[in-house]
T-cell receptor, first 113, second 114 residues
Framework: AQSVTQLGSHVSVSEGALVLLRCNYS??????LFWYVQYPNQGLQLLLKYTTGATLVKGINGFEAEFKKSETSFHLTKPSAHMSDAAEYFC???????????FGKGNQVVVIP | DVKVTQSSRYLVKRTGEKVFLECVQD?????MFWYRQDPGLGLRLIYF???????EKGDIPEGYSVSREKKERFSLILESASTNQTSMYLC?????????????FGEGSRLTVL
């Protein structure tokens, strides 16, 4: 079975400060990993994904994430938060051969001016 | 770009009414999904379909049914709406065979049941 843990439903960060959202997963086979972002009153859009190859993945809007197999983690970071980063962020995992994503419960990010 | 269109962004219905939520995609994707999203619970899968006329239950199918008569259209049906079905409903698609599982989402339908 596959599952995702995101701790801290609400995350506050000051404008210009580091954004760090933690994601840990469980999967019995090598996973594909995703971060999605949801802006208010919109659907989810893909921020970045890891399938194979380089473990440091760069996404849109200056975000990146690193796949660490030994830690079963896929944490999302951005060096300097912007007001436009205020949104909800979801980590998701799918295992090869499975046909559905498992989502974490999400992190609501608030950016403080 | 993949476009996933949900027919209604906001709906208000009364308890006991039959509700149809429509989703149409324009990229010939094989898989289509219906999720509901509630604060603190994340996204929960209701039903999905990997082919025309095929459907599989997700994690919370009770009180819902689906229809996929054409590849591009996937409908979610609430036979008799109840207040605990007030939620945000999200439709999503993925390519299908041998894809990575990446989902493409519609903008959501916010349903309020009074």
């Amino acid at each position: 079975a596959q599952s995702v843990t995101q701790l801290g439903s609400h995350v506050s960060v000051s404008e210009g400060a580091l954004v760090l959202l933690r994601c840990n997963y469980s999967s019995s086979v090598p996973p594909y990993l995703f971060w999605y972002v949801q802006y208010p009153n919109q659907g989810l859009q893909l921020l970045l994904k890891y399938t194979t190859g380089a473990t440091l993945v760069k996404g849109i809007n200056g975000f990146e994430a690193e796949f660490k197999k030994s830690e079963t983690s896929f944490h999302l970071t951005k060096p300097s938060a912007h007001m436009s980063d205020a949104a909800e962020y979801f980590c998701a995992v799918i295992s090869y051969g499975n046909n559905r994503l498992a989502f974490g419960k999400g992190n609501q990010v608030v950016v403080i001016p | 770009d993949v476009k996933v269109t949900q027919s209604s962004r906001y709906l208000v219905k009364r308890t006991g009414e039959k509700v149809f939520l429509e989703c149409v995609q324009d990229m010939d994707h094989e898989n289509m999904f219906w999720y509901r999203q509630d604060p603190g619970l994340g996204l929960r899968l209701i039903y999905f379909s990997y082919d025309v006329k095929m459907k599989e239950k997700g994690d919370i199918p009770e009180g819902y049914s689906v229809s996929r008569e054409k590849k591009e259209r996937f409908s979610l049906i609430l036979e008799s709406a109840s207040t605990n079905q007030t939620s945000m409903y999200l439709c999503a698609t993925s390519i299908g065979t041998e894809d990575t599982g990446e989902l493409f989402f519609g903008e959501g339908s916010r349903l309020t049941v009074l």
